[in-house]
């Protein structure tokens, strides 16, 4: 827009423009571009604030004493509409997940009651009943998509509720996740088999044998595409789908592993254990950085401003970076929410690109405002909360066009598309030469032949042996290295040359 306004300006400063029309055609068009400049420039000013806002309290009052009615009084009408608790006893306890908008949301009942869910209008989309046990439940790359972790098989639904795809080679699958960036959907079962699969052509990826026996925990990191796994001995492992080793194995702690979460920024790791502690790593350095006691969470996760909820039983504590520098971190105590007496809590997930925090729990599905929580600037470039249709599918295919290959994922993604440093190796001195040579022959005197037959076991032929042995042994390291080569170059050439014919030799190289 900026070059056609100043196509616009010279036009119209040149004085050779005679069509009066058309030069009153251009005028308002320029002033029209003026006004959406500012216009743009105040939303940008006053709607779109650069840090989210989070609760301050005065004097000695603390923030984590604030309780969800205090904030309702408060807040707009609008955001008033994010608290709520839908009472369904008879299907839970309940799996959640969001599209990467926060537009809509997928809940899934351990009876087999499916429901997907538009957050902005509170409407019911689709709601289905699978008549059998779900585990989990996961959004594939847009709203059109979500897969369902069932009794025997994991299956892929439509928007309307269509069954679309059974996928059988995973067996029962206990936990689900989706790489958007790779379009992989990946799977953990109860044997503790890792599946990667790619949602654009049906294939499997990868099929990995953990070897730590069945696991409940599973993350992925959004910064590499790295999926961890918490496993019942305390370890934490991070795998990717072109190898079938694990990348890290880190001991977490003394006993199993209850969940797992990551920072949005992927450098930071979230673990709790059952021996009720709660723990922070640094994953450039894979060092513990901050151990929070007496509380164990069944669930974990990290807002997008970096927040971290924990959820056991029927209490939800957040924690906040008390810090406030991205180098150090303290978390402490920020927000904490009591669920009705005798809910036990399945699944915590904050919504992206609001203050709130949807809560997955065994009489249904609740909500409640975490004030800072989301990030209040969204890209619609990346996610967009009001998008149409056809930009949906606009999207759809540039998301294909930029997908990327499962070799793509590694801890460090930085190193992609870096150039590998030479490494030259150093010659040995002529010392460390003759000590390795000494090593050597002595290593074959000390060698003992076999016994062999009647025949081929004399003395003679023995002796003769252990000659050959140290002969090849010698024969192994350069007699004067360099100079060797050298001096032999020119001999073969002085004897090159005294082999020639007569009328030649006056073409030869003179000494």
Not at 205 to 213: E, F, L, N
Not at 339 to 366: A, N, T
Not at 419 to 430: A, D, F, L, Y
Not at 453 to 467: A, D, F, H, L, M
């Amino acid at each position: 827009m900026l070059s056609w306004r100043l196509k616009l300006r010279n036009i119209l400063e040149e004085k050779t423009l005679k069509d009066k029309k058309l030069k009153t055609q251009l005028a308002s068009r320029e002033k029209l571009y003026g006004k959406s400049a500012k216009t743009a420039a105040k939303i940008e000013k006053w709607l779109l604030p650069a840090e989210a806002g989070y609760l301050e309290t005065d004097g000695l009052e603390k923030t984590w004493r604030v309780k969800q009615t205090d904030i309702a009084n408060e807040v707009d009408l609008l955001s008033s509409r994010n608290q709520y608790d839908i009472v369904l006893p008879d299907f839970g306890p309940y799996k959640l997940d969001f599209t990467a908008s926060g537009r809509h949301m997928i809940a899934g009942g351990r009876k087999g009651h499916l429901a997907l869910v538009d957050m902005m209008s509170m409407n019911l989309i689709k709601e289905i009943q699978v008549k059998e046990t779900v585990r989990d439940v996961a959004f594939l790359h847009n709203e059109q998509f979500f897969a369902a972790a069932q009794k025997k098989y994991a299956y892929i639904y439509g928007r309307d509720g269509t069954e679309l795809h059974c996928l059988k080679e995973r067996g029962p699958v206990a936990r689900l996740r989706f790489l958007k960036n790779h379009f992989l959907l990946a799977s953990v079962n109860k044997s503790g088999q890792l599946h990667y699969q790619d949602v654009t052509y049906g294939g499997m990826v990868a099929s990995i044998r953990t070897g730590k026996g069945r696991t409940d925990v599973m993350e992925v990191n959004p910064y590499n595409g790295v999926v961890a796994l918490g496993h019942s001995g305390g370890t934490v492992t991070m795998w990717k789908p072109t190898s079938q080793a694990p990348l890290v194995q880190m001991q977490c702690h003394p006993g199993p592993v209850s969940s797992v979460a990551f920072h949005p920024n992927g450098h930071l790791m979230a673990t709790s254990g059952k021996e009720r502690k709660l723990k922070i790593w640094d994953l450039r350095k894979f060092e513990e950085i901050q151990t929070i006691h007496g509380f164990h969470a069944k669930t974990l996760s990290f807002s997008q401003k970096g927040l971290l909820a924990a959820g056991t039983g029927s209490f939800v504590q957040i924690l906040g970076d008390s810090s406030g520098s991205s180098s150090s971190h303290n978390y402490s105590r920020y927000m904490n929410h009591s669920m009705v007496k005798g809910y036990q809590i399945e699944k915590l997930m904050f919504r992206p690109y609001e203050d709130v925090i949807g809560i997955g729990h065994s009489m249904g599905w609740s909500s409640i405002l975490i004030p800072g929580s989301g990030e209040p600037n969204f890209d619609s470039w990346v996610a967009n909360p009001f998008e149409t249709s056809k930009q949906r599918r606009e999207k759809e295919v540039h998301l294909l066009l930029d997908k990327l290959p499962p070799e793509t994922i590694m801890l460090d993604p930085s190193k992609i598309g870096a150039m590998k440093p030479s490494r030259r190796k150093e010659k040995p001195s002529r010392g460390e030469i003759e000590a390795e040579k000494e090593v050597a022959i002595e290593a074959a005197k000390s060698t003992e032949l076999k016994k062999k037959t009647k025949g081929r076991n004399k003395p003679s032929k023995r002796t003769k042996k252990k000659k050959e042995m140290v002969e090849n042994a010698k024969r192994t390291f350069p007699e004067q290295g360099h100079n060797n080569t050298a001096s032999k170059k020119r001999r073969i050439g002085e004897d090159a040359a005294a082999e020639l014919p007569a009328s030649l030799k006056r073409f030869a190289r003179k000494n």
